[in-house]
Each structure stands twice: as structure tokens, then as C-alpha cells.
């Protein structure tokens, strides 16, 4: 008995090793998605087409094009071709925590902006 409180870490680590999420992420790089969002306590969603360097947004009777830069194979920053403001300028960091067959996890923040990070599901939708 004195020797299994040198067991419980080692099991700890062994079981949370085990377990990732599933990060295939460059089969998101190109396609067409749903993403669905909420402003104010109003459910909207927007769909947006993506050829690995370009991204066009189609939301509220809006188009808008953004340039992509991939970080890596999970992490890119979407910047806004065609700003009209100052705050519409800052470039977004985007990062895929997990995928599923048709879908993806991520979080996303302004660039630099590490405390005010937010979550999404992004759905392929073609």
C-alpha cells in the first residue's frame, strides 16, 4: 500500500496521454463553410469559401474578401482586403483545436489580443 501513491501519477499521465483530440486539419484548408454565431443574443451564421490563401465571407447581404496566411497546418491569420475602419483592419489568428469528419473546433482572437479569445464551429459544407 505505501508504494501505490508511486503508481497514481504515473497511471495519471498514461490515461491522459491516451487521449487527443483529432487535429487533421489540412483537409479544411480549402472548401466552402457554415459558421454559426451569435450577437447579442441573436443566432446568425455566414458561409465562406476558402482556397487555402483567400477566403471570401458571405454574411447579412455582405461579401467580403480576406487574404490567409497559414502558421502552420492548424493556425492562420485572416486579414481583410477591402477594411473600412480602423478596427476592420486588425488581422485575426485563428486557430483549429480539433476536427471531426465535416467539421472543426477553433478559437480565434485579434492578433496579439491573448485574453479575449473566442470559440467557433465551422461546418464543410462542400
Avoid at 19 to 37: V, W
Avoid at 59 to 84: G, M, P
Wanted: charged share 25%; hydrophobic share 30%; with cysteine.
Amino acid at each position: 500500500m505505501k508504494y501505490l501513491w508511486l503508481l497514481l501519477p504515473a497511471v495519471s499521465l498514461l490515461l491522459t496521454g491516451c487521449y487527443q483530440n483529432e487535429r487533421n486539419c489540412t483537409k479544411f484548408h480549402n472548401g466552402t463553410f457554415e459558421f454559426s454565431y451569435t450577437i447579442e443574443g441573436e443566432k446568425r451564421s455566414s458561409t465562406f469559401v476558402r482556397n487555402d490563401s483567400m477566403e471570401i465571407d458571405f454574411y447579412e447581404n455582405r461579401t467580403d474578401t480576406n487574404s490567409v496566411r497559414w502558421l502552420n497546418d492548424c493556425e492562420f491569420i485572416v486579414k481583410k482586403l477591402n477594411a473600412n475602419s480602423i478596427r476592420e483592419e486588425k488581422p485575426i489568428h485563428i486557430k483549429i483545436l480539433s476536427t471531426s469528419d465535416n467539421s472543426y473546433i477553433f478559437e480565434y482572437s485579434l492578433v496579439g489580443d491573448n485574453k479575449n479569445k473566442q470559440k467557433g464551429k465551422a461546418t464543410k459544407i462542400n
